[in-house]
Every structure is written in C-alpha cells, then in structure tokens.
C-alpha cells in the first residue's frame, strides 16, 4: 500500500458520528454500475446513479472517508481554487465552463440538501466564506472574484474594513470577500452519512473490499477483490488521491500535494462571541493560505500548506500557526495549545478541476480534484451519473480525456507556485505600508 499519512489521528477521527456497518465483498455479484472508492466522488455517484434507478454496486478498500474525506478541514466553499471564471470559459469553451460553473457554484446547496434530506449529522453551518484583504490594493483583487461570482448568481459581495471586523472579530482586515453560499462541515461525519445515504437508497456497499483489478471480459467488467468480484456493465474508478492499485497509472494522473491540519483546545464561550462571531469560513486572503474555521466544540481547525520549514519542523509549526491566528486575533487566550495535528493529502494535476479518464469502453476514472473536494466530489455524482447514462461526451460539464500521467514538474510546481503567491504579498505590504503576519 502506498504510504499516506494516519488516518485516526485527526479530529474528526475522534468526533464524528459512526460509520454505518458494512464488511467485505465476499463471492460474486452482478450490477450495472460498479464504483470504486468511497469518498464523496464515489458516493455522491452512487446516490445519483440510484436515484436514476440503477443498480450500484460500491467498493472500498478501507472505510468510508479513509481519503480525503474523512480528514480535510471542511470547508464547502462552491467556487473554483485556482482559475476564475473567465480563464474556465477559456480553458473549457464557452458552454462547457457554464456548465461546470453552475455545477460548482451549486455544490455547497447540493450538499446542504443531502444534508438535509438524509438527516447527516456533521455540524454543517452555511454561514458563508469571507476571503480577507490584509492590505488595501487586495480589496481590489477581492472585489473582481466577488463580482465574477455574482454575476453566476451566487450571494456574494465586498465588505469594508468596519463589516469585516464585525464578522470576523479582527481588525487586521481592510475589507473582504463575503460569499454567503460557503458552508462547513466535519468531513469524516459527512462522508459517513453518505455512505448511510448510498445503503438508504439501495445501493451495495462493501467496505475492506480493495480492488486489484479490473478487466474486460466479452461485453462486461469484471471488478476483482481478494474475496470476490463484481460483474458490471459500467465502471466508476473514483479513488482519489488515495488510489491504491486497481488500474495501471491512475495513481501518476497526479502528483500528491500535503495540506497540515490543527485543531485548538475548545476556546472559552466569551471568546468565541469575539473571534469569528459569524462562525463561517475564514481565509486570510494571503496566498500561502491560512483558512481556519470552528467546529462544534470551539476548537477552532486552521489548514496551510507545508512550505519549507512549514511541515517539515513540527515545533516550528505549532508555533507559526498559533502566531498567524494570534496575530489575526488577539483575542484567542495565550494558554491555547494545538490539541490535534495531522496531515493529508490532495491529488494535483495541473488545471486543477476534476479530471475524467476513459479507460475503455464504459470504464472512466475521475481523479485530480486538487482541492475544493468537499463541494466538487459533492457536485461530481451528477456529472458521473450523467456519463453513466450515456450522455455525449460533448454535453458533459468535463472531458473526458486519455489517460495521461502528470508532468513530473507538478511534484515542485505547487510549491514554487506559493513562493511566488508569498512574494507577491509581502512586495504588496511593502507597497502599501502595511504589517505582515508572524514568519511571513
Ligand atoms: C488535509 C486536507 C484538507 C483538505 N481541505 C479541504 C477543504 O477544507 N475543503 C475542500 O473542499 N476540500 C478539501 N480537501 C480536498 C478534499 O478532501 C478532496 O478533494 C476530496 O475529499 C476528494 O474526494 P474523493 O472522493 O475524490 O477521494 P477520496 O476521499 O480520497 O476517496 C477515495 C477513496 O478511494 C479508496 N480507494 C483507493 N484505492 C482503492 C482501491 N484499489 N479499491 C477500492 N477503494 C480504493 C480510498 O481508500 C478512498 O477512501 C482537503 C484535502 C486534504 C487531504
């Protein structure tokens, strides 16, 4: 098994509700559509394909959420990380990015519904996102991500420094980005209340069930684990950055990128009403990227990417993560200790949207989320469920494409690209006379 990082070392390890009783595949059964990998890729596709009345048939090697999942800091933010909107239209043309966007910008309510239709208990608050600008000529660079936003439809606006401060508790903010769509979850929580939607609606699912193989044999798949196999007419290979084997290159389609995690000690009540009173998603706005957030105990959990000494010296980064949060907020008591660390990882490829692989005929792999996974691997079951159906892969809201290794210049890429996002805040700061936060 290729090494990732514990799986039961992260908070949500430890809080979030059961996984519904499920065990290996043992003999041989028959369905019309196989899914390999039970993340949210894997299962928002299965519930679809259910809903569209067909048999499904789900395999997982360990358990449901054991990929990214179960252990990413659980924000549900429906935009796109990387590209704007304009650049997707370039990249995809015109109908096929409309498409896309309309199924992204929608993935938070997609959630929300499932949420809400399967009673999932995973602490979701849909109390928006807010994008900050540290210094004044960011608010400018918010403002155009704002407006491209809404001109989709999407609730989302700028804020001047006084509302940013009220929603947020920190005076660092010379405005921000308010999308009143984000919401936020406890992950594992949310992928183990999936899994109970996939058996509620009739799917099969296997767990413990990893899948060496899958083959053609005359008009059909065969999908091969130790202890049995799956006959499918359709294969769904969605196993993420985690894949394990099951078909030959999946796992080179992209390059892991780690993201570290930590989550406080509970911080007390009087506090909580001054550090992020509106309780959504917070993204400092720089481009190392500190996005922080609360969850049900007021813990709060704070993500950034490893950079260097960033991830690399544990000491070191307890230390810059409380001092980028003190800095932001003073507020947050001075005996707040980092009671949970953890790691994970993402599947990045180059443009960053998922990336869908024929791999013969209906046979299709989608991996290289590269992030965003908690609306997009939401959002995917409608698109998968569409190819399953035999939409023409025109009318699809993504390619479908061979299946082709990642640059290997996407192993250092990410980082460099950092780097260069670090420069370009501190030359900004240093432009408009501003402080820059701790071990900037
Ligand atoms: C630390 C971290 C923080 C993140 N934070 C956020 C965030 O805040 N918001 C956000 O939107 N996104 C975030 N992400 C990204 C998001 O978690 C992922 O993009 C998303 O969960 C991917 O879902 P998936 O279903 O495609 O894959 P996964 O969840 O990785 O699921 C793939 C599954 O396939 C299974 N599998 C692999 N090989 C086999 C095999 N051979 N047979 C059977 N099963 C197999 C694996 O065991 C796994 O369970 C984060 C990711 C990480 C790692």
Redesign the pocket.
């Given at each position: 098994m290729p090494s990732f990082s514990p799986f039961d070392t992260t908070l949500w390890h430890a809080t979030a509700m059961p996984a519904p009783a499920t065990g290996p595949l043992e003999g041989r059964v028959k369905t019309d559509i196989c899914i390999?990998?039970?993340?949210?890729?894997?299962m928002s596709s299965a519930i679809e394909l259910r809903k569209r009345g067909h048999d499904v048939v789900l395999?997982?090697?360990?358990e449901a959420?054991?990929?990214?999942?179960g252990?990413?800091?659980?924000?549900?933010?429906p935009t796109f990380s990387y590209f704007s909107l304009d650049e997707l239209r370039k990249l995809l043309g015109l109908e096929r990015a409309n498409r896309l966007i309309a199924r992204q910008t929608a993935g938070a309510d997609i959630a929300a519904r499932y949420i809400q239709d399967y009673q999932i208990s995973c602490e979701w608050k849909q109390n928006g996102y807010f994008q900050g600008a540290l210094t004044p000529s960011r608010v400018e660079r918010v403002r155009k991500k704002a407006d491209a936003y809404a001109s989709v439809g999407l609730d989302s606006g700028i804020v001047d420094a006084e509302e940013a401060r009220r929603l947020t508790g920190s005076s660092r903010f010379y405005g921000g980005w308010l999308l009143k769509q984000g919401g936020h979850l406890n992950?594992l929580g949310y992928a183990r209340g999936l899994a109970r939607a996939v058996l509620q609606e009739g799917a099969e699912l296997y767990t413990s069930?990893?899948?060496s193989k899958v083959e053609r044999q005359g008009q059909r798949w065969h999908v091969r684990t130790d202890q049995g196999v799956v006959d499918a007419e359709k294969v769904i290979m969605?196993?993420?950055?985690?894949?394990?084997?099951?078909w030959q290159g999946l796992d080179k389609t992209f390059r892991i990128k780690k993201?570290i995690?930590a989550a406080t000690s509970p911080l007390p009540e009087g506090v909580r009403a001054r550090v992020i009173p509106f309780d959504g998603t917070m993204h400092d706005g720089r481009g190392d990227i500190f996005v922080y957030k609360y969850n049900r105990e007021g813990r709060i959990v704070a993500?950034m990417f490893p950079v260097g000494r960033r991830g690399r010296d544990l000491d070191f980064t307890r230390e810059m993560l409380m001092d980028r949060l003190r800095w932001l907020h003073p507020e947050v008591p001075e005996t707040t200790r980092w009671d949970y660390y953890w790691?994970?990882?993402?599947d990045m490829q180059r443009n960053t949207i998922p990336r869908l692989y024929a791999l013969g005929p209906g046979a299709l792999a989608c991996t290289g989320?590269s992030?965003?996974?908690?609306?997009?691997?939401t959002m995917l079951g409608g698109i998968l469920a569409d190819w399953a159906e035999g939409t023409p892969e025109p009318e699809l809201a993504l390619p479908v494409e061979r299946l082709k290794s990642a640059p290997p210049y996407m192993s250092f890429a990410p980082g460099m690209v950092l780097r260069w996002y670090n420069l370009q805040d501190r030359i900004a700061a240093m432009r408009d006379g501003v402080e820059l936060p701790p071990h900037a």
């Amino acid at each position: 098994m290729p090494s990732f990082s514990p799986f039961d070392t992260t908070l949500w390890h430890a809080t979030a509700m059961p996984a519904p009783a499920t065990g290996p595949l043992e003999g041989r059964v028959k369905t019309d559509i196989c899914i390999v990998g039970g993340g949210y890729t894997g299962m928002s596709s299965a519930i679809e394909l259910r809903k569209r009345g067909h048999d499904v048939v789900l395999l997982e090697a360990q358990e449901a959420g054991f990929g990214g999942s179960g252990r990413n800091a659980g924000h549900c933010t429906p935009t796109f990380s990387y590209f704007s909107l304009d650049e997707l239209r370039k990249l995809l043309g015109l109908e096929r990015a409309n498409r896309l966007i309309a199924r992204q910008t929608a993935g938070a309510d997609i959630a929300a519904r499932y949420i809400q239709d399967y009673q999932i208990s995973c602490e979701w608050k849909q109390n928006g996102y807010f994008q900050g600008a540290l210094t004044p000529s960011r608010v400018e660079r918010v403002r155009k991500k704002a407006d491209a936003y809404a001109s989709v439809g999407l609730d989302s606006g700028i804020v001047d420094a006084e509302e940013a401060r009220r929603l947020t508790g920190s005076s660092r903010f010379y405005g921000g980005w308010l999308l009143k769509q984000g919401g936020h979850l406890n992950p594992l929580g949310y992928a183990r209340g999936l899994a109970r939607a996939v058996l509620q609606e009739g799917a099969e699912l296997y767990t413990s069930s990893k899948v060496s193989k899958v083959e053609r044999q005359g008009q059909r798949w065969h999908v091969r684990t130790d202890q049995g196999v799956v006959d499918a007419e359709k294969v769904i290979m969605a196993t993420g950055a985690y894949t394990d084997g099951g078909w030959q290159g999946l796992d080179k389609t992209f390059r892991i990128k780690k993201v570290i995690l930590a989550a406080t000690s509970p911080l007390p009540e009087g506090v909580r009403a001054r550090v992020i009173p509106f309780d959504g998603t917070m993204h400092d706005g720089r481009g190392d990227i500190f996005v922080y957030k609360y969850n049900r105990e007021g813990r709060i959990v704070a993500s950034m990417f490893p950079v260097g000494r960033r991830g690399r010296d544990l000491d070191f980064t307890r230390e810059m993560l409380m001092d980028r949060l003190r800095w932001l907020h003073p507020e947050v008591p001075e005996t707040t200790r980092w009671d949970y660390y953890w790691t994970g990882e993402l599947d990045m490829q180059r443009n960053t949207i998922p990336r869908l692989y024929a791999l013969g005929p209906g046979a299709l792999a989608c991996t290289g989320l590269s992030g965003r996974g908690v609306p997009t691997g939401t959002m995917l079951g409608g698109i998968l469920a569409d190819w399953a159906e035999g939409t023409p892969e025109p009318e699809l809201a993504l390619p479908v494409e061979r299946l082709k290794s990642a640059p290997p210049y996407m192993s250092f890429a990410p980082g460099m690209v950092l780097r260069w996002y670090n420069l370009q805040d501190r030359i900004a700061a240093m432009r408009d006379g501003v402080e820059l936060p701790p071990h900037a």
